[in-house]
């Protein structure tokens, strides 16, 4: 049996230890081959491909990123682009592949598995909005970079008695702001799932003001103020203090907070650093109980799945309940943090 591998989208730490499940299990246990493809889909689309054995795996398990590299390549957006993935399938003798990745990824496989390709999926991001699984590996890393972060803010915070938003990774679902948030001591956190009321977060700063602290505030990416809640200051204008303000939601609010309190704020745009670097113990844990799973679903020609985390179990579910509807924060659960704020 010759298996292909590849990762796709956005990395995240633990893609490595995913690699290292796969091959080690697939060649002590099983006595099987391996084929790495480069850069996602790029990989089978264009056959560029890597050795990939217990060598290659060795030292990998502390690393960030993919020893395979990433791209965010569709071949369903290519002409053609099916074809030249079975052809290269064909060519390297892959009886299967893992491909390891976010909603993009494995709406490929899922596509791939419906046209006869043995595919399995293993689940990836940082954001930890796939559905399908309770926790994809990423999560925990950017959680803890995030609430890092804001403990050290905290103390440079009540230093100058500004306000300090700390912008945090979470296109469409507010996971790391939360969790960063509660683990850090966030005074408040504002996530895509609920269109924030700007004057309530002024509000909310002027009564911590008012007890002697300074106020932290958690911003996912994608955050967005309520309806007809627009913020007064657009990107680059000049704020109350004469600061220029580019881009993101995290400066947008920064300026809107002065200029509507004449408090001074600071915004900290975490962005890739979340990404970056080596996985925490438990992203380690995850990912290689993945790979483990990924490689004996192959073993078992379960394919069209992909392996999931429910409660503490490792299972397998059908390839489309990771590509379904993203996993959101329900309105419960951020009620539930809501006795932090202020
Ligand atoms: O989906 C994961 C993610 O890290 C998002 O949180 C973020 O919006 C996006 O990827 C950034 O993508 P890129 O690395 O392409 O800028």
């Known amino acids: 049996m010759r298996v292909g591998v590849l990762t796709g989208g956005g990395d995240c730490p633990g893609l490595n230890a995913v690699i290292r499940g796969v091959v080690r299990k697939g060649v002590k246990t099983y006595g099987y081959e391996f084929v790495g493809f480069r850069d996602g889909w790029r990989g089978p689309l264009e056959n560029v491909t890597m050795p990939l054995g217990v060598d290659q795996v060795r030292g990998i398990l502390p690393r960030g990123g993919t020893i395979l590299g990433s791209s965010r390549t569709n071949p369903f957006k290519i002409d053609g682009g099916v074809e030249k993935i079975k052809d290269s399938l064909a060519a390297n003798g892959v009886d299967a592949l893992i491909a390891i990745g976010g909603e993009d990824t494995l709406g490929v496989a899922t596509k791939l598995a419906d046209l006869g390709v043995n595919v399995v999926g293993v689940p990836k991001t940082i954001d930890n909005d796939l559905s399908g699984t309770d926790f994809t590996f990423g999560f925990d890393t950017a959680v803890n970079i995030a609430m890092e972060a804001i403990d050290r803010l905290h103390t440079t915070a009540e230093s100058h008695h500004r306000v300090l938003v700390v912008e945090v990774m979470g296109r469409h679902a507010g996971w790391i702001a939360l969790h960063a948030g509660l683990a850090g001591g966030a005074n408040v956190v504002l996530i895509p799932e609920q269109p924030f009321d700007i004057e309530k977060v002024c ?119 990771g590509t379904g509807e993203l996993k959101l924060v329900s309105p419960e659960e951020y009620a539930e943090a809501e006795v932090f704020f202020g």
């Open 203 to 321: 509000a909310l700063v002027e009564s911590r003001f008012e007890t002697r602290y300074s106020p932290i505030i958690v911003v996912s990416e994608g955050a967005v103020p309520a309806e007809g809640g627009d913020m007064t200051l657009q990107s680059g204008e000049l704020d109350a203090f004469g600061h220029v303000r580019l881009g993101g939601i995290g400066d947008r609010l920064a300026s809107e907070i002065e200029h509507r309190t004449g408090k001074e704020a600071r915004a900290v745009v975490l962005g890739h650093v979340q990404r970056g670097g080596t996985p925490t113990a438990f992203d380690r844990w995850l990912a290689t109980r993945f790979g483990l799973q990924a490689i004996t679903a192959v073993h078992d020609k379960d394919y069209g799945k992909m392996v999931a985390l429910r409660g503490t179990e490792i299972v397998r579910v059908p390839l489309i309940e």
